[in-house]
């Protein structure tokens, strides 16, 4: 879920500035936390990326944005936190480079931690083994929820080169990006079928499909076995 952000005038600034400071400090510290779950998870090459993201936290143009937009603009610290990292997201996004263009979700994610941190969100958690079905999923929140919980990935946006879904293939978990699907129409509680090597995601299978599935499952669980 998204926090609907919105400007507002502050009268102090500097304190303002201060929530911001106070806030990168404390995403940094969570971002350090996931980085050692994904080392023993995913190993070092993969968790690098939140080693990538202390240092974005740390980028003088992105920080000198944030200031400037609260100090010149008198802008609340969420809204300029959300403003800079929707701006630095689309440059990277416009880049012609595919590698460059999939940072641009890295830069929403680090900005939505700090936004979080803010407004005292809490971070996505799971109570029950299932598929998650999402607008786009950050590579900390792919991350951060229990690896035993998690049977798929099913995403409308975010690419193959996204560290979601690299995350996901190191941890070896079904996942399916750019995919078609109709938020709106799904619940809580429905069953699906994930299927990572066809490309394709069943909501609420008949009995008939869900048999061929448990069949394909088998066949794989088995030739790993094999292997």
Not at 21 to 32: N, S
Not at 46 to 67: G, K, R
Not at 152 to 175: D, E, K, Q, Y
Request: no cysteine.
């Amino acid at each position: 879920q998204e926090v609907e952000i919105t400007a507002a005038t502050v009268a102090d600034v500097e304190a303002e500035v201060a929530r911001v400071t106070t806030a990168i400090e404390t995403a940094k510290e969570q971002i350090g936390k996931l980085y050692e779950k994904a080392l023993a998870e995913v190993g070092e090459e993969s968790a690098a990326i939140f080693e990538v993201h202390q240092m974005m936290l740390e980028d003088d143009e992105y920080l000198d944005s944030i200031f400037n937009m609260i100090r010149d603009e008198n802008l609340n610290a969420e809204y300029a936190v959300k403003m800079t990292g929707d701006t630095f997201s689309q440059i990277f996004a416009s880049m012609d480079d595919e590698y460059m263009k999939a940072r641009s979700a890295d830069l929403l994610d680090i900005s939505n931690r700090v936004i979080r941190v803010l407004t005292n969100q809490a971070d996505v958690s799971l109570d029950s083994p299932s598929i998650i079905i999402a607008d786009d999923l950050s590579p900390s929140e792919t991350v951060q929820m229990d690896k035993s919980k998690i049977l798929g990935f099913v995403t409308v946006h975010g690419s193959t080169n996204s560290h979601t879904a690299i995350l996901a293939r190191m941890m070896n978990i079904p996942a399916l990006v750019m995919t078609p699907v109709d938020l709106a129409s799904l619940q809580t509680g429905m069953e699906a079928i994930v299927d990572g090597i066809n490309g394709e995601v069943i909501f609420n299978p008949t009995e008939e499909v869900a048999k061929e599935a448990d069949v394909r499952i088998a066949a794989e669980l088995e030739k790993r076995r094999m292997l």
